[in-house]
């Protein structure tokens, strides 16, 4: 009506990643004892997940009903096949006073529209138990939104300490938050064999253990605390489960040919020369790693990954592949016989075929290998996607614009979380763009994505795991969900202050500001100085 302004105070909306489109009205929602839930079929474990997350907070029944005319003050989860350009992580999310509406073309939109919601709520949402007085208003607003990376990921390294599954649900939980969709999880090491394969129990048995932790990387001398764990197959089927709930999917990562002591602790006959191998009890390169030329490797390979392969649905398997030191193969028989048979011209090569056999029987299995960027050598199966860390840019580019293959980025400078904050502050994790400039714009779709790895050397519990991922993860989110020019540091930074006192109330640690974001002059400090134990130097 002209002349009658509505006097309606909107919040300001806070939402990490920040959205396509927001368009703000006038007007709220209020979530009380009336509201339901209506959910069409594809979408009812969403409105499952959506009663689970607002029922303990409100203490509200969130009734699931099933017609849909009758729901009242609602909320509705529907597939909405005419959103289709916004693809299936995105989403349409209207809110008017007497309804909510979130749809999407495929469920997982559904999701995460639910998680714009959860941040459109007041923070006390995330309480467990009944929130006494709290007033549940959610501005009318209509958001249109969609993802610009298909990979958005986050790497945890179990080999170096076993975090344990209560830690790998929260960070799922999180995740979901953010809206990351790829969890890359490094569960062979050196230092740990994370996952049980029953047709080899060593791998566990002797593997999972070791007898102590050195807190410097070359010091032989170790703590004498001995440090062990693994998951076992139904605590992964339990795992894989929870994460596909929300909307992520887990990439195991099995590392070879190097990284793998104690794989050869256990099974010392896949080394080149068997010897009596330990679970690495200090962090580094070791030189020890699997024979490439006896196919006992391969066959044992082949049958932890077959084991794998049960366990997690992904289409990509990660299979490492960087720091293998080649000083064994240069002095083994098995290997220099494989060289000569196969034609190669070096160890470097050798590894080459190590990988390609690995990734053809992986293919046969209708998977595809993703593997660190040393994969990348002349032959490569066309199939495999390299995740990029260090090394050199125009090979990677090369491979891009002339094999177009898929690359996901995660360079050592800007990616890694296990940097200190000096070296690699919050700003920098912002600015962090995954596609080169380099490389042209018809290439850049074989860019899918980014992922921050958390390397564990120094990361040997809760609050130190914390303190290194958030808020650094949450820039990140960011870059992978929200266009370029969309993005920017200043109203990113006070985002992430309602946000921060989300993951306050959820229990989870980060950085203070002041220490994510450190002045100049300690950032320069943070290039020159060596800063154990908070930082890698080098792995
Ligand atoms: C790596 O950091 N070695 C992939
Ligand atoms: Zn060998």
Redesign the pocket.
Known sequence: MDGIRDKTIVPTVDIIPRPEKIERRSGQYCLDGESEIYADTPNLWNADYLRNLLAPSTGLPLEIQSDRLTVKNGIHLVLNPGLEPLGHEGYRLEISPDAILIESFGTAGVFYGIQTLRQLLPVEIEERVSVIGADWRIPCLLIEDKPRFSWRGFMLDDGRYFHGKEIVYLTLDLMALQKLNIFHWHLTEDQGWRVEIKKYPALTEIGSHRAGTSKTMLGKKHDGIPHAGFYTQDEIREIVAYAARRNITIVPEIEMPGHSLSALASYPELACNAGLFQVATHFGVFPDIYCAGKDRVFNFLQDVLDEILTLFPSPYIHIGG??APKKRWKRCPDCQQRIREQGLMDEQALQGYFTNRIAAYLDSKGRKVIG?NEILQEGLVESAVIQY?AGSRQRLFEAVCNQNRFVVMSSYLSAYLDHGYNLMPLSLAYQYEPIPDELEQEHAGSILGLEFPL?SEWVPDRPRLDYQVYPRLTAMAETGWTSKDKKNLEDFLRRLEKFLVRLHQLGVGFAPLREAQPSIIRQWFGIFSIPLPQTRTA?
């Open positions: 960087d720091e660190w860390w390397w792995r």
